[in-house]
């Protein structure tokens, strides 16, 4: 039972992995012992965004979040994996919203990655951006099962945060630290010929 | 003269510079696979001092590097202390250590500990790595952190490193459970499966 909800999740992903906005479908199981909730990703077109005005945040799994780690145009990419309940990650976020801003006409492009456990989501994930008002696009990774997909971020990453991936189409860096605003700008530069 | 003063200094720079990225970039992994890992005497919580060379009925020892206020260790607390007690018995204990600064991380103070020990019904010691000398050398990364070791004739040789099982959101949705799957080996004389494995944590405050 388990296992078909996830391969119809997967199914789903896959085909719906190029539109944009993703929403959370809850759907009731009903176990031998007790009812869980099993989440289900599902995608809606994406006028329907304009009918939900609050502040939403696109939740993936690892499958679906992959092509952002391998976009091909012209662009710089910095993708930083954070949580809100990470000191070290909230210290530096400052530091990639001042690269998002300033590097803008140099086609950078920040993408904040959550961990946020998905309970946490509308609790704290999203007060935290209303709060903050983050201007770089943030999207939630969910997908508990950690030890497949660290290694195609990074074969270096031992899955500690904050880690912090900047590539282009012709050549990428992966960062277990924490950064000064310095360190990062000069991370940076070196992709800007 | 003054020319190779300046290739010197040039290339001491050059040197200092890469050696102070790549100390970021994890240029001492700690232990691998294989390894023997060292002994160590530190704090427990009830304030006596844990060796691991105290477990003489010891066939080996589940490390594992955890804390009070990292979400994912809070997450595995109580599979933890269910580790400590399928496999203390069986020869395994669990010897939990807590990498943190707690100057840092006041959450993660010896009182802290104690109490969230006491809260939980912890039956494993919670020792404090004060100075936060031990993490280093087994290049643990993050919380929670396991290694696991068995004793052999050479010292306490690394049989495994890495995650407690494949899902930390939801225990009844764990499909591999790399812990228990590795001392069950090591119980039975077998190869370990996987004997690496990653998971995201909390970096280690310092």
Known sequence: ?193 | MKKSIKIVSALAIVLLVSAFTLNKNNINPGYQVGDIATDFSLKNINGKMVSLADFNEAKGYIVVFTCNTCPYAVAYEDRVEALNKKYADKGYPVIAIMPNNPEVQPGDRLEAMQARAKAKGFTFPYLMDSGQKIYPQYGATKTPHVYILQKTKKGNEVKYIGAIDDNYQDETAVNKKYVENAVDALLSGKEIKEKQTRAIGCSIKV
């Open chain 1, 1 to 193: 039972m388990l296992n078909t909800l996830v391969l119809v999740m997967v199914m789903y992903n896959f085909i719906f992995m190029n539109l944009r906005v993703l929403f959370i479908v809850f759907v009731l199981v009903v176990s031998c012992k007790q009812e869980d909730k099993i989440k289900a990703v599902s995608s809606n077109i994406e006028k329907e965004q304009v009918v939900e005005p609050k502040l939403n945040v696109e939740e993936y799994n690892f499958t679906a979040f992959e092509k952002f780690l391998n976009r091909e145009d012209d662009k710089i990419y910095v993708i930083n994996f954070w949580a809100t309940w990470c000191a070290p990650c909230i210290k530096e976020l400052p530091h990639f919203e001042k690269i998002n801003e300033t590097y803008k006409n140099k086609s950078v492009e920040v993408l904040l990655v959550s961990l946020d456990f998905p309970k946490q989501y509308e609790k704290k994930l999203i007060p935290f951006i209303e709060k903050h008002q983050l201007k770089s696009k943030v999207v939630a990774l969910n997908d508990p099962d950690s030890n497949a997909w660290i290694p195609k971020v990074s074969e270096e990453w031992s899955g500690a945060l904050p880690a912090t991936v900047i590539y282009n189409k012709d050549k990428r860096a992966f960062y277990e630290q924490s950064f000064s605003y310095e360190e990062l700008k000069a991370e940076v530069d070196k992709f800007i010929k």
